[in-house]
């Protein structure tokens, strides 16, 4: 799985719910990193439906 959406994982197959949900259950920890990758999944609807809104809310916890 591709915990990282952007990133390229060699010898591994791309599962983008596979990543949204470990990201989804990283995202209490509070680093920012996965807290915009759950965003990103949110935002362009990989491994999650799209929703704009809890994309926002995502990325306004990384920033804070």
Known sequence: YYLDFSSEGYGVKQDHSKAFEFNK???N???SHVLINVSYGYTYGLGANKDYNKALEYFQDAID
């Open 25 to 27: 259950k990283s995202s």
């Open 29 to 31: 920890l509070d680093i």
